[in-house]
């Protein structure tokens, strides 16, 4: 069936979206690169191919080129995290250990799960991981809530928060100070909580 021509996006949008997309791609190498201290607006610009004018333009100020880098990571992560729980979730230690191992892997790469979990170099960025008025960390957890009631619908929320808050909590700890490698610690902390989910999901 043809897509009808108000269905699609206009070229003016798909150009906006993909500038966008481009500049946020830079501002994810830059950061890995380096502190977010030391990037400057125009090495972001001449990364991502563009003027300064038009990243001034399209974001405004260093500060809110950084929140928007730091929401749309937060917000695949999150999705990612969501989809190895849900592939596994019949089994639940083994949606676990997916889902751990996906994020303490992603710690040793990843600009802003670094500035989450590092204790050095990541102030500027750290601060600027706020959504919605409240921490990162504190949206994550709520968001993570939805995702474990949407697969696993037999849990209170209770239930969920409770699961929710010790995975991001042991999740941030051993990216913080690793132990063994991301799928070793994953498997270990996966065989502790994968029962009680399990007990809990019947």
């Not at 699609?8 to 690169?33: K, M």
């Not at 600009?111 to 990162?136: F, H, K, M, N, Y």
């Not at 697969?151 to 699961?163: D, I, M, N, Q």
């Not at 913080?176 to 610690?185: D, R, V």
């Amino acid at each position: 069936m043809a897509v009808s021509a108000a269905a699609r996006p206009s070229f003016s949008e798909t150009s906006r979206t993909l500038l966008r997309e481009t500049v946020l791609d830079a501002v994810g190498e830059l950061a890995a690169e380096r502190q977010w201290r030391e990037v400057s607006m125009a090495e972001v610009a001449t990364r991502a191919g563009v003027s300064r004018q038009t990243l001034y333009n399209g974001f405004g100020s260093r500060d809110e080129l950084a929140q928007a880098y730091v929401l749309r990571e937060a917000e695949r992560f999150r999705q990612a995290v969501g989809g190895a729980i849900a592939e596994n979730a019949p089994d639940a230690q083994a949606a676990l250990r997916a889902a751990l191992e996906l994020f303490l892997t992603a710690a040793q790469t990843h600009p802003v799960i670094r500035a989450v979990t590092g204790s050095e170099g990541g102030d500027e960025l750290l601060a600027l991981l706020t959504t919605r008025g409240g921490p990162l960390v504190e949206e994550v957890t709520e968001r993570l809530i939805l995702d474990l009631l949407e697969h696993w619908p037999t849990l209170e929320r209770r239930e969920a928060a409770l699961v929710a808050d010790c995975l991001v909590r042991l999740a941030i700890s051993h990216a913080a100070l690793p132990a063994a490698p991301p799928g070793e610690t994953a498997a270990a902390l996966a065989e502790i909580l994968g029962p009680y989910v399990e007990r809990l999901t019947g």
